[in-house]
């Protein structure tokens, strides 16, 4: 059974063509992989600063930081 046509892979595979989609777009690809990767820490790193700014904001008393050790 023959998903592509091929009946044997004893063949040279430079007379075949194509054996996979999107062949010759690797390199766009990993750009892309890269671009997004880089691109999501950016976006979380700002995300975490914001959260991290947000709850020194909010103690900044340090009420809550004593009451929590005191409980404990």
């Known amino acids: 059974m023959s998903t ?5 892979w004893a063949v040279d595979l430079k007379d075949i063509g194509a054996i996979y989609p999107f062949q010759g777009s690797e390199v766009v690809m990993v750009i892309v992989g890269l671009v997004f990767w ?3 820490h950016v976006l979380q790193t700002r995300h975490e600063n914001a959260e991290i700014e947000a709850d020194m904001a909010a103690d900044r008393s340090g009420e809550e930081t004593r009451t929590a050790i005191d409980r404990h």
Request: cysteine-free; overall charge negative; aromatic content about 12%.
């Open 4 to 8: 592509n046509g091929m009946e044997s």
């Open 38 to 40: 880089i691109g999501w």
